[in-house]
């Protein structure tokens, strides 16, 4: 549960962008519940909208309401934040919604799209790091991914960042040839990765999302 919270804190200055105000709740009791236990933890809601809905972390040590951090040891929750934020010596994690501006000096920035009811993908702009999170209320579980479904998606998504748009007949191609399948067994992951939203099939095209 804490790997996503680990790697937005550690880069010190982070925007996540989500359109589903589920998600921000849920990421940022997330953050709350992993770090509060070693280290301060401050929810800002600008928007007055999300604080209700974490009534319940009220009063719990290391968690601090609509308060600015003062230790570079703090981490700093905000929810849509102005378009410019002030310089503050926390790790800053900013929950908005896509097409808002965010200007911070060193920001990295991550986009979460919902791939299916209640399950998300959060990907680091940028890098190749993403995760899969699964939404149950306002907890999010990480979703293992199948090995070969992760070997197939890293080969797919190298051919298509290196020639361009490739047909389902050039992916099986490629599967048979680097990971030792047969041309059925090829199909059927391209089948499994489509049904999963990982990739789209149209018109004999592999799509990304």
């Not at 000096?105 to 190749?128: D, H």
Request: glycine share 6%; proline share 3%.
């Amino acid at each position: 549960m804490c790997d996503v919270a680990d790697k937005l804190v550690a880069a010190g200055k982070a925007v996540v962008y989500s359109d589903s105000s589920s998600f921000k709740l849920a990421l940022a009791r997330t953050i709350a519940e992993c770090f509060s236990n070693e280290r301060k933890v401050f929810i800002v809601d600008y928007s007055g909208s999300y604080l209700r809905y974490l009534d319940d972390l009220y009063g719990r040590e290391n968690i601090l309401f609509n308060e600015i951090c003062g230790s570079s040891s703090d981490i700093l929750v905000l929810f849509d934040p102005p378009e410019t934020i002030g310089g503050t010596p926390c790790s800053t994690i900013v929950l908005t919604t896509r097409g808002k501006r965010v200007r911070v000096r060193g920001l990295t920035k991550a986009i979460v799209r919902e791939i299916q009811p209640n399950l998300y993908e959060l990907k680091i702009i940028g890098s190749e790091w993403k995760i899969r999170l699964r939404r149950e209320g306002l907890v999010l579980r990480p979703v293992n991914v199948n090995p070969v479904h992760d070997s197939a998606l890293r080969l797919l998504t190298e051919a298509m960042s290196n020639f361009g748009e490739i047909t389902v007949r050039d992916a099986v191609n490629i599967l048979v040839a680097n990971m030792g399948l047969s041309k059925g067994e090829a199909r059927r992951v391209l089948a499994e990765l489509a049904s999963r939203k990982y990739i789209s099939l149209k018109k004999g095209k592999i799509m990304l999302p």
